[in-house]
């Protein structure tokens, strides 16, 4: 049974930084590729950040290109996203998916820039 579960968001000023980080069990963690989305409300499903399995490949959404920084411990079965220089516009519910399992989501991880 896969489970995903993401944790760390929480209420940040504008220009500072954040850590996300999931935890995914039921797979061989490091042979997947893995993904970031987030959701604000009203607004569709945006993929942030996606890392290769194989080549440890980054490719991330040009409004978070510099910014953000998607990473993995493969020991600990842990997807990270380090957020840096957060803007209002980051504000939404960060979920952590594995495109090649799509059909697993966890409950996400609220993050809120706000002065």
């Known amino acids: 049974q896969v489970r995903i579960v993401e944790s760390g968001g929480g209420l940040v000023q504008p220009g500072g930084s954040l850590r996300i980080s999931c935890v995914i069990t039921g797979i061989t963690f490091n042979l997947y590729d893995m993904t970031w989305f987030r959701q604000a409300p009203g607004k569709e499903r945006e993929l942030v950040a996606q890392?290769?399995?194989?080549?440890?490949?980054?490719t991330y959404a040009d409004s978070v290109k510099g910014r953000f920084t998607i990473s993995r411990d493969n020991a600990k079965n842990t997807l990270i996203l380090q957020m840096n220089s957060l803007k209002y516009d980051d504000t939404a519910m960060y979920y952590c998916n594995i495109p090649s399992l799509n059909q697993y989501w966890g409950q996400g991880t609220q993050v809120t820039v706000s002065s």
């Open positions: 890392l290769n399995y194989y080549k440890d490949e980054e």
